[in-house]
């Protein structure tokens, strides 16, 4: 089991920049996919990104691609979100979670859940 822990939120104008990084504890991390949810104001938690154990497949929510990237150094057991041209609608807590091998778009496939890290764009 891994246990994720983010960091890197703050408050950033529109149009800039943030990177988020997601630090796993537990020696399988290689061994597990990970992904990026975010929770608005008043919304649903949604998925934002994902990545597969060896980080050769990713997946983006259509609203963040060409803008967001995610990737992850398994030597440092930390998965990271590079967020560019950031919008005010970015605005909500991001969440880091984790499941074993094969990424999923869906929140209740995952078993490891960070406490999130609060990302504010303002216009």
């Known amino acids: 089991q891994v246990q994720p822990v983010e960091s890197g939120g703050g408050l950033v104008e529109a149009g800039g920049t943030l990177r988020l990084s997601c630090a796993a504890s537990?020696?399988?991390?290689?061994?597990?996919?990970l992904a990026w949810f975010r929770q608005g104001p008043g919304k649903e938690r949604e998925f934002v990104a994902a990545i597969s154990w060896s980080g050769g497949s990713t997946n983006y929510t259509d609203s963040v691609k060409g803008r967001f990237t995610i990737s992850r150094d398994n030597t440092k057991n930390t998965v990271y979100l590079q967020m560019n041209s950031l919008k005010p609608e970015d605005t909500a807590v991001y969440y880091c979670?984790?499941?074993?091998?094969?990424?999923?778009?869906?929140?209740?496939?995952?078993?490891?859940w960070g406490q999130g890290t609060q990302v504010t764009v303002s216009s």
């Open positions: 537990g020696r399988i991390f290689s061994s597990y996919a």
């Open positions: 979670a984790a499941r074993p091998w094969s990424y999923s778009t869906a929140f209740v496939d995952y078993n490891a």
